[in-house]
């Protein structure tokens, strides 16, 4: 497992094609200055030792070791040391709708990037608490298992679109039946799930056999609705322009509408509440004052505990290059010519 100490530093990595770009452009001025003195077979007799290529192995070596100077900066760490810590929280699923209707920008930027960003300021205010991830949109697919690792949580989440499920519709009830197989600890008191949704249901009203199952299994689900009841049309975009709008078999305009009663249903089937996920904070406020308010299981997780530095390796390998610049000369060098490794030798 590796930490990062100070991820500030990596901003220091654009000198990098700073550099790069200044010097290709001395090397332009150079050869043009070069042309307005002499031709070239007057030049190569003027500089017989003139190399081409030790300035770009110079320049190489230069810059290898700003890299690793840089990383040594950031200082990465190792985990030596994985042990068991005891920890106390809620088993929580995120099921987020990737269907097609989640591109309407009736909210800002759109249905799907506003559920993102729910379930991701949810997870911030989370302790000690287990998620796991699913998509859904036609079929329900496994993103993420149930985990304590936040970050990798985050990673799979950002990753989510509309693109990711061949089979298009909303199939909430497959999404709550996957849902039901993420929770493997029995003694766990309090399951949550999380359905974050514009309440687009094409499963033709068995939603509610999956709630009851569910809900037998101590399972309390909560809907989050994203949208808006007046609706909007689907924006069908080629590299973020937009190309059309989604259309029926008709060749009418599909407009897409929050169905807030769906999600109710659903909420109140199965012990949760509906909440308004229009504005973020509140309804991160909301969720976090419920689930505070559950009873906390304590469980087992695996976690590094021991971190070492390493960036000690990557300055010293900085200051070796930098150190071997000095001898990096520009000029060709005797015995290197001989070997005529660049084909530096003039052919007579």
């Known amino acids: 497992m590796i930490q990062i100490d100070e991820k500030i530093y990596f901003y220091l990595l654009f000198i990098i094609p700073v550099m790069v770009v200044m010097f290709i452009l001395l090397q332009i001025w150079k050869k043009s200055a070069q042309k307005k003195f002499a031709d070239s077979s007057l030049l190569k007799r003027l500089t017989p030792t003139k190399s081409i290529f030790k300035s770009t192995l110079k320049l190489i070596v230069i810059l290898l070791g700003l890299t690793l100077l840089i990383i040594g900066l950031v200082n990465p760490k190792i985990g030596t040391k994985l042990e068991t810590v005891k920890r106390e929280g809620v088993d929580i699923v995120f099921a987020v709708d990737v269907s097609k209707s989640m591109l ?31 998509a859904y949109a036609g079929q329900a697919y496994p993103q993420l298992p149930i985990t304590t690792d936040y970050g990798a949580a985050k990673m799979f989440l950002q990753g989510m679109n509309t693109d990711m499920l061949s089979s298009q519709g909303t199939a909430i009830d497959q999404a709550i039946d996957l849902a039901s197989t993420y929770y493997d600890d029995d003694e766990q008191t309090n399951r ?105 299981t304590e469980f087992e997780a695996k976690q590094f505990a021991e971190y070492k530095d390493q960036f000690q390796w990557f300055l010293g390998g900085g200051l070796l290059f930098l150190f071997l610049d000095i001898f990096i000369l520009e000029r060709k060098t005797k015995w290197l010519q001989k070997l005529n490794l660049f084909n530096e030798k003039e052919v007579k």
């Not at 949760?272 to 504005?279: A, V």
Request: no cysteine; glycine share 10%.
């Open 192 to 296: 949550v799930l999380f359905i974050i949704s514009d309440g687009e249901d094409h499963s033709e009203g068995s939603a509610s056999n999956a709630v009851e199952k569910a809900v037998d299994q101590g399972i309390i689900i909560y809907t989050i609705g994203v949208g808006k009841e007046k609706g909007a049309p689907i924006p069908l975009k080629i590299n973020g322009v937009v190309e059309s709008l989604k259309k029926d078999m008709q060749g009418e305009v599909v407009i897409t509408k929050l169905n807030k009663n769906v999600l109710e249903n659903i909420a109140d089937d199965g012990n949760g509440e509906y909440i308004d996920g229009t504005n973020t904070d509140d309804a991160v406020s909301y969720i976090k004052e419920q689930l505070n308010k559950m009873d906390k």
């Open 104 to 134: 309407a920008e009736d909210i800002a930027p759109n249905r799907l990037e506003k559920a993102k960003r729910l379930v991701s300021e949810i997870i911030n205010q989370l302790g000690s608490d287990r998620i796991g991830i699913i």
